[in-house]
Nanobody
């Protein structure tokens, strides 16, 4: 059974940092694309970042470039999203999703992902 579990969210002041983790199980951690998404009330869902199993250059939304960094820990089957210099507009529920075929590439829409996990709330106060 494929499972993804996001954690690490919480309240933080603007300018602060959080580190989100996506722990995965139930599939081979050498053939995947994992994306981090966020959903804020009244806003469209946004793909924040994505990384592939070969650990090539990750992709980032323009809104987070230079502030967020995605990485993969193959030893622990975890994909991490380091978020620095957080802004109030980063407030959202963050969740991770997986495509079980590296060759398909990173997709913008969660509908193109095979599985997704529950989210973790990030709240940035000004």
């Amino acid at each position: 059974e494929v499972q993804l579990q996001a954690s690490g969210g919480g309240p933080v002041q603007a300018g602060g940092s959080l580190r989100l983790s996506c722990e995965v199980s139930g599939f081979s951690f050498d053939n995947y694309r994992i994306g981090w998404f966020r959903q804020a009330p009244g806003k469209e869902r946004e793909r924040v970042s994505c990384i592939g199993s070969n650990l090539e250059t990750a992709t980032y939304a323009d809104s987070v470039k230079g502030r967020f960094s995605i990485s993969s820990d193959n030893a622990n089957d975890t994909v991490t999203l380091q978020m620095n210099n957080l802004k109030p507009e980063d407030t959202a529920v963050y969740f991770c999703a997986v495509i079980l075929d590296y060759g398909l590439g990173c997709k913008e829409s969660t509908g193109r992902y095979d599985f997704r996990g529950q989210g973790t709330q990030v709240t940035v106060s000004s």
